[in-house]
Nanobody, 124 residues
């Protein structure tokens, strides 16, 4: 079993920044690709970013490329999502996810474990 706990969400003005964190426990962290997804009210949960187990590979959704950065600290069992130049359309609940594979995944089905989510609200 893997426990994921997100933190760092909140209310920010358009153009601002936030950093989300996801602390993981219960599995060898470096053997798990990690991902961030988001779900806006009334919409599907969409892929945002993923990082491979060792951290060398990253991949982003086109909507966040150049603004968001995913990273991980395997010594701290934590993955981060640095979000810059935030827009109102980034408003959503952001979820951290862990895969049983070390290879990064860009789809929901590639992840077996999910956090409870953290709300990000961007005001215009």
């Amino acid at each position: 079993q893997v426990l994921l706990v997100e933190s760092g969400g909140g209310l920010v003005q358009a153009g601002g920044s936030l950093r989300l964190s996801c602390a993981a426990s219960g599995r060898t962290f470096s053997s798990s690709a990690m991902g961030w997804f988001r779900q806006a009210s009334g919409k599907e949960r969409d892929f945002v970013a993923t990082i491979s187990g060792g951290g060398a590979g990253v991949y982003y959704a086109d909507s966040v490329k150049g603004r968001f950065t995913i990273s991980r600290d395997n010594a701290k069992n934590t993955v981060y999502l640095q979000m810059n130049s935030l827009k109102p359309e980034d408003t959503a609940v952001y979820y951290c996810a862990a895969s049983t594979s070390v290879v990064m995944r860009g789809i929901r089905g590639g992840y077996e474990y999910w956090g409870q989510g953290t709300q990000v609200t961007v005001s215009s």
